[in-house]
């Protein structure tokens, strides 16, 4: 079962980050995706991430359950949630890498990388995502605590993180939900054979 709060939790601090990093960029707007859940995930980016109040609202488009690959270039922010209705093609993955290395910015929040791959196994076997260092998703049995591995990261500010017993620095709730990572991605939170949550560069 999806820890609500945490997910409510990563997804409007992160969104929020990528917000103020990427979505000023020529007054580009955000592109929202997302599917089954993260239909969910959608409205919680809108009302605690993108409206930031009712003077501040950065500029969006909620482009339903598919990726908008040809209008790539209209976005500065690329946010798939959980699920999209129609996996990438692999020229449109291309179209996707091509976008990423141009500038532009991609959040996946859960399972979107299975999702965008047409599940685990074109994520895995096919390796469509490991140019940005994503090689598996996987959900976990019972949900563990998950120690940060860069507490300064800028991609936790405003987060209050927890001490585990060991007194090292942990997320604040148990994490049910990984991914197997290797470079370019770097764990923020986890390591590379248990990443909640990573950036490429």
Known sequence: MINKKMVSLFVSVFAALML???ATEAGKP??????????HEIKLLINNAVVVSEEETYIYKNCGADVPIS??????????????DKALTDAEMDKLKEWVIA???????????????GGA???????????????????????????VAHPESPLL?????????????IWP???????LTNSPMEPIVGDPSSCFIGIAK
């Open 157 to 169: 500010k405003g987060v209050e993180l927890a001490k585990g017993g060991d007194g090292k620095t």
């Open 71 to 84: 209008e790539l270039d209209k976005y500065s922010l690329l946010i798939i949630a959980t699920s999209v």
């Open 30 to 39: 955000v592109a929202l995706v997302g599917s089954s859940y993260g239909v």
């Open 173 to 179: 709730e148990n994490v049910n939900y990984v991914a």
């Open 121 to 147: 196994d074109g994520l895995q076997k096919k390796k469509l995502l490991s140019w940005g260092g994503i090689q598996s998703v996987r959900s976990l049995k019972a949900a563990m605590p998950c120690k």
């Open 103 to 117: 500038g532009g910015n991609l959040m996946l929040v859960h399972g979107a990388p299975a999702a965008l791959c």
């Open 20 to 22: 103020t990093v990427s």
